[in-house]
């Protein structure tokens, strides 16, 4: 009897003791987390192009026309954070090489500009209004400079590129993203040469030394770019990602396969990504509140609704990936009242719709849990609000259910789940369940679970059993969430758009 005690304890004790699942494929750094859990965020594009009414200048524009009456860098961070966004990212430099802070590397800065008679700094401003409203902030350098003389020649990428990207990163840190685009050569001002200038983008800018300045200064920082390092473009500007979304992905040539950050993106392959890609690369959807990215008068009546802008979230946010939205501040150095009213519409739709988890409660039941171990990998973990505490199976259980009893009818028409990225992509495949007339019938599918996935359903549905079936994965899951909502109603947009008294910040 001793013996099968310490038979029994040692059995005990061996399941128990299970060992987490061992990862699958390529796997987030701590800084694609932390921009996985950001989510959303906006671009902010201002500068002289808002008072030439362009969207890309020439690089010849004259700093004197820098002087906006009255610049709130707490208004346009302030709207982005009302509508839900978590942080911003500045257009310090764009194409026409107009710098928007004091810079010791060219004399087209914000300090030879009237504003605040040269003494000026908008991304101090911007480093200042984020740091009192609890937001993220990132930086956009333009690699390409249209203004700059030495553009195209070597000394251009090492005494004036490099050196504008470690002043912002050594006066206006931490930040959290550093984001880089493609447009890169042609026709520009160039000191005055007035000519086209064409550079090979793969290998110009020395992308490992200069990512490298990054990868010291901003540790915590991810590099955007068309083939990362660290986030993809997603290949289109309209917002949205697949509906199956891989956070993996393999460039292109000229350099295919042999490291991230170079190559390019085909459209389609940047949407959905690659389920075998060797880098962990997720798609940030980029794409402006404005029919433009800088601001234009005639563009006040084509803001997008707040309806408009829920459903790019499902499509961005709710495929894994992350939305960027365009924000344009006007000539007064703030965003229009249009554009003001219609974050914060969007901004309370998403806070009333996720306040309340109508899975919280539920008593879940499932048909596997990895070594019998319920505390640590049990499906009580899906209800938490861990993005990190997990359902596993065993190795050998690679399609396992779960039902969630409610045991009251709830009503819902948004599903959403979450893999423990940690451990890397792993599900490529599940269905979801209601309990409806004595029988179970599916309500919903879903591809690429990833960091987060929302299902919007067609049509409310009511039930007090659900059920989730993972129907393909190459490996044991490690699922972190399962959540019901419903999708909050509000006002009729037209009425908010009218309202041209925007709240203060």
């Given at each position: 009897?001793?013996?099968?005690?310490?038979?029994l304890?040692?059995?005990?004790?061996l399941?128990?003791a299970?060992?987490a699942?061992?990862?699958y494929?390529?796997?987030?750094?701590?800084?694609?987390?932390?921009?996985?859990?950001?989510?959303m965020?906006c671009?902010?594009h201002?500068?002289v192009?808002t008072?030439?009414?362009?969207?890309w200048?020439?690089?010849d524009?004259?700093?004197?026309?820098i002087?906006p009456?009255?610049?709130?860098?707490?208004?346009i961070?302030?709207?982005?954070k009302?509508g839900?966004?978590?942080?911003?990212v500045?257009?310090?430099?764009?194409?026409?090489?107009?710098?928007?802070?004091?810079?010791k590397?060219t004399?087209h800065?914000?300090?030879?500009?009237?504003?605040?008679?040269?003494?000026?700094?908008?991304?101090?401003?911007y480093?200042?209004?984020?740091d009192?409203?609890?937001?993220k902030?990132?930086?956009?350098?333009?690699?390409?400079?249209?203004?700059?003389?030495?553009?195209?020649k070597?000394?251009?990428?090492?005494?004036i590129?490099?050196?504008?990207?470690?002043?912002?990163?050594?006066?206006?840190?931490?930040l959290f993203i550093?984001?880089?685009?493609?447009?890169?050569g042609?026709d520009?001002y160039?000191g005055?040469?007035?000519?086209?200038?064409k550079?090979?983008?793969?290998v110009?800018?020395?992308?490992?030394?200069?990512?490298?300045?990054?990868?010291?200064?901003?540790?915590?920082?991810?590099?955007?770019?068309?083939v990362g390092?660290?986030?993809?473009?997603?290949?289109?500007?309209?917002?949205?990602?697949?509906?199956?979304?891989?956070?993996?992905y393999?460039?292109?040539?000229p350099?295919?396969?042999?490291?991230?950050?170079?190559?390019y993106?085909?459209?389609?392959?940047?949407?959905?990504?690659?389920r075998?890609?060797k880098y962990w690369?997720?798609?940030?959807?980029?794409?402006?509140?404005?029919?433009?990215?800088?601001?234009?008068?005639?563009?006040?009546?084509?803001v997008?609704?707040?309806?408009?802008?829920?459903?790019?979230?499902?499509?961005?946010?709710?495929?894994?990936?992350a939305?960027?939205?365009?924000?344009?501040?006007?000539?007064?150095?703030?965003?229009?009242?249009?554009?003001?009213?219609?974050?914060k519409?969007?901004g309370?739709?998403l806070?009333?719709?996720?306040?309340?988890?109508l899975?919280?409660?539920a008593?879940?039941?499932?048909?596997?849990?990895?070594?019998?171990?319920?505390?640590?990998?049990?499906?009580?973990?899906?209800?938490?609000?861990d993005?990190?505490?997990?359902?596993?199976?065993?190795?050998?259980?690679?399609?396992?259910?779960?039902?969630?009893?409610?045991?009251q009818?709830?009503?819902?028409?948004?599903?959403?789940?979450?893999?423990?990225?940690?451990?890397?992509?792993r599900?490529?495949?599940?269905a979801?369940d209601?309990w409806q007339?004595?029988?179970?019938?599916?309500?919903?599918?879903?591809?690429?679970?990833g960091?987060?996935?929302?299902?919007?359903l067609?049509?409310d549905?009511?039930?007090?059993?659900?059920?989730?079936?993972v129907i393909?994965?190459?490996?044991?899951?490690?699922?972190?969430?399962f959540?019901?909502?419903?999708?909050?109603?509000?006002?009729?947009?037209s009425?908010?758009?009218?309202?041209?008294?925007?709240?203060k910040?």
């Amino acid at each position: 009897m001793k013996y099968l005690t310490l038979l029994l304890l040692l059995f005990s004790s061996l399941t128990f003791a299970q060992q987490a699942p061992k990862p699958y494929g390529p796997l987030p750094t701590l800084g694609q987390l932390n921009w996985q859990e950001t989510g959303m965020y906006c671009i902010i594009h201002w500068g002289v192009d808002t008072y030439t009414d362009k969207e890309w200048g020439y690089g010849d524009e004259s700093p004197g026309l820098i002087n906006p009456s009255n610049f709130s860098a707490m208004q346009i961070v302030g709207a982005a954070k009302a509508g839900g966004f978590k942080g911003i990212v500045v257009v310090a430099k764009h194409h026409d090489g107009f710098c928007l802070w004091p810079t010791k590397t060219t004399e087209h800065n914000i300090s030879k500009s009237p504003y605040k008679n040269g003494k000026g700094d908008i991304l101090r401003e911007y480093r200042e209004a984020c740091d009192k409203l609890g937001m993220k902030m990132g930086v956009y350098c333009s690699p390409w400079d249209r203004n700059s003389a030495l553009y195209g020649k070597p000394e251009y990428v090492t005494q004036i590129y490099r050196e504008q990207l470690k002043e912002l990163y050594s006066n206006y840190g931490p930040l959290f993203i550093s984001w880089h685009d493609g447009a890169n050569g042609g026709d520009g001002y160039y000191g005055g040469a007035r000519e086209e200038r064409k550079i090979d983008r793969s290998v110009y800018y020395g992308w490992d030394e200069t990512w490298g300045i990054t990868r010291k200064m901003q540790p915590n920082a991810v590099i955007f770019g068309d083939v990362g390092p660290d986030v993809r473009w997603v290949g289109n500007e309209r917002g949205q990602a697949g509906e199956t979304s891989w956070a993996t992905y393999t460039p292109h040539a000229p350099d295919a396969g042999k490291k991230p950050g170079n190559g390019y993106v085909k459209d389609y392959e940047g949407t959905e990504g690659h389920r075998d890609g060797k880098y962990w690369m997720p798609a940030e959807c980029d794409v402006s509140l404005r029919p433009g990215w800088f601001y234009h008068q005639r563009q006040d009546d084509s803001v997008k609704t707040p309806g408009a802008l829920l459903r790019l979230y499902y499509q961005s946010v709710g495929r894994g990936a992350a939305l960027d939205l365009g924000l344009s501040p006007d000539r007064t150095g703030q965003l229009s009242a249009n554009d003001v009213a219609s974050l914060k519409a969007f901004g309370d739709i998403l806070k009333r719709t996720f306040a309340v988890n109508l899975a919280k409660g539920a008593t879940p039941t499932a048909s596997n849990t990895r070594g019998r171990n319920q505390a640590k990998f049990g499906p009580a973990n899906l209800l938490d609000a861990d993005r990190y505490t997990y359902w596993s199976t065993d190795d050998k259980v690679h399609t396992p259910q779960l039902i969630l009893d409610m045991h009251q009818p709830q009503t819902f028409n948004v599903i959403r789940l979450r893999e423990n990225i940690k451990l890397g992509q792993r599900i490529e495949e599940a269905a979801i369940d209601a309990w409806q007339n004595g029988r179970w019938k599916e309500v919903a599918k879903a591809t690429s679970i990833g960091g987060n996935r929302l299902i919007k359903l067609d049509n409310d549905v009511t039930t007090s059993k659900v059920r989730l079936r993972v129907i393909k994965s190459p490996v044991c899951i490690a699922l972190s969430d399962f959540g019901l909502y419903k999708e909050a109603k509000f006002n009729d947009v037209s009425s908010l758009m009218d309202n041209k008294t925007p709240p203060k910040f």
